[in-house]
């Protein structure tokens, strides 16, 4: 076992301890702030995977984007004097049934396939083919995910502000 | 020489989606449900990553994860919008008191 081995199981453990924490609190703020460590472990498996702009993507839009904005609505939503029993939950011999069973057969699929792998090459940048793709095979989604990021912005302007307008009312 | 297989990565993956999937159907308050399709989205986006780099080794897997980044966040957003709408009209965000369908 190398140094990049013991790195990796490391950010493994990492990763899946802080999501399970994030499923398993009872304190939403707790779970969004342990969801940080999961963002970052999938951005350094993002790293060991040789996918670095995918990495920095990664915690650019999820930890900086996503988790900042899941903040604000659970600071604004929740009673923060009650968030010690704010995350409630129900349900929970069958959310547990399907997940395990989820999980044992993902989990014998993963492991027990024989993957038709190659040998993985020498880590090198992928931010210039990336562009490439993007702008040349890809180029119809890319212009397409512009049209639906318009859309989203608008729409949750439209979403919040129609909330607001009926209860002033 | 690095023992880290693509097996690794796909057991990591398969417990975060299993983990996703049992915040999204315990869990009661909004943001948490949104917390675990989250987890799921990620794990997907693991799962592309790892193909990608122990299979052919082509850039597709990551122009397709930048896609399931970017569509993600959009849905942060218009979820977040809607759990705050709710809690203007509803009081509350547990999403099994939200059950009338108007008023």
Redesign the interface.
Known sequence: ??L??LI?YLV?VI??AS??Y??FTRN?VR??FS?LG??LG?AA??G????D??AV??IL??VG??LV??L???M???NIETTSS???????F???L???S??II??T???KTP????E??AYSP?TA??GH??LGG?LL?FEL?SI??LG??I???V??R???K??DT | MSTIGLQHYLFISALLFSLGIVCVLTRRHAVAILIGIELILNSASLNMIAFSRFGQGNIQGSVFVLFIIVLAAAEAVVALAMILALQKRMKTIEVDKTNSLKG
Request: aromatic share 12%.
């Open positions: 076992m190398t990049v081995d990796f493994a990763t899946v999501a399970a994030a499923v939403i779970a969004v969801l999961t963002f999938v498996l993002y060991f995977l040789s996918a702009f995918i993507i990664q839009v999820y984007g996503i904005l899941m604000f609505a659970v604004l939503t929740s704010s995350n409630r939950s129900g349900g929970w069958l959310g547990l399907a997940g395990t989820i999980l993902l989990g699929l993963a492991l993957w038709k792998q190659t993985p090459s992928t083919s990336l793709e993007l890809a989604p995910l639906v990021l989203v912005v729409g949750g302007v979403i919040a129609f909330g607001r009926e209860s």
